[in-house]
Nanobody, 126 residues
Framework: QVQLVESGGGLVQAGGSLRLSCAAS????????MGWFRQAPGKEREFVGV????????YYADSMKGRFTISSDNAKNTVYLQMNSLRPEDTSVYYC???????????????????WGQGTQVTVSS
């Protein structure tokens, strides 16, 4: 089992920044990829980006490139999502997820992930 605990959400004005954290514990040796997703009310869960734990390869959804940055602190088993130039349309619940799948081709699919955090609300005011 893997436990994921997110933090760092909140209310920010448009143009501002937030950094989300996702701390992993448990059987993390089984995890190959750590992903970030978001879900706005009435919408489907949307892929934000993913980090490959071994090798630190990072892949973003096209719409997130340039404003969002994923990083990690392996000593703390923590993955971060730095969000800059936030827009009202970025308002969502943000989730981190962990999966043992082997191919980056599966990373965009929420069904590929085995474990999920509880989610953290990000609200961007105009």
């Amino acid at each position: 089992q893997v436990q994921l605990v997110e933090s760092g959400g909140g209310l920010v004005q448009a143009g501002g920044s937030l950094r989300l954290s996702c701390a992993a514990s448990g059987s993390i040796f089984s995890i190959n990829y750590m992903g970030w997703f978001r879900q706005a009310p009435g919408k489907e869960r949307e892929f934000v980006g993913v980090l490959k734990r071994r090798g630190s390869f990072i892949y973003y959804a096209d719409s997130m490139k340039g404003r969002f940055t994923i990083s990690s602190d392996n000593a703390k088993n923590t993955v971060y999502l730095q969000m800059n130039s936030l827009r009202p349309e970025d308002t969502s619940v943000y989730y981190c997820a962990a999966g043992g799948f082997g191919s980056i081709a599966s990373a965009r699919l929420s069904s590929s992930y085995d474990y999920w955090g509880q989610g953290t609300q990000v609200t961007v005011s105009s």
